[in-house]
């Protein structure tokens, strides 16, 4: 809670009238700055949407605390989501229920309301972001191609 106040406040607000939600917008490197000052928060993870946004997962060096970042081809990025008890990195294989194959599991965490983010990725580096409500059901938030993970375990 403490940190979407502190970022709110940080960054400019825009909202849209795109889509149904409105997020907390403004120059990336000033986000950038502030998740890594006031966070202690690192890149993590990468992945392209539609080759014109980025998605990106910044988190504290045991993945304590982390945050969503989504930047444009403009160079402003939009606060996504925030949450905590990140892991990163090659989790294991898991079985999709997109595909019915089974896939890799790169990323998971919560979100602060309680909701579980999972992150999953094939071989050839295609993702899809999912949020996972307490009834069990997963709700896509993105998707897209060429995933990046780097660890949250500064022991692996």
Request: glycine content about 10%; hydrophobic content about 40%.
């Amino acid at each position: 809670m403490w940190k979407s106040l502190l970022l709110s406040i940080a960054l400019t607000v825009s909202f849209s009238t795109t889509t149904a939600l409105a997020y907390m917008c403004g120059d990336r490197n000033f986000a950038v700055r502030v998740l890594a000052d006031k966070h202690g928060e690192s890149k993590v993870a990468t992945g392209m949407v539609d080759e014109k946004y980025l998605t990106e997962i910044y988190t504290t060096i045991y993945g304590s605390t982390w945050t969503i970042l989504l930047t444009g081809t403009d160079d402003r990025s939009c606060l996504v989501a925030t949450g905590q008890n990140l892991k990163a990195g090659d989790l294991g294989k898991i079985h999709s229920f997109f595909t019915g194959d089974y896939t890799n599991l790169v990323a998971f965490g919560y979100f602060n309301d309680g909701r579980l983010l999972v992150v999953i990725a094939n071989d050839n580096r295609e993702w899809r972001m999912l949020s996972f409500g307490l009834s069990g059901i997963g709700m896509p938030m993105f998707q897209g191609k060429n995933w990046q993970t780097t660890t949250t375990d500064p022991e692996a």
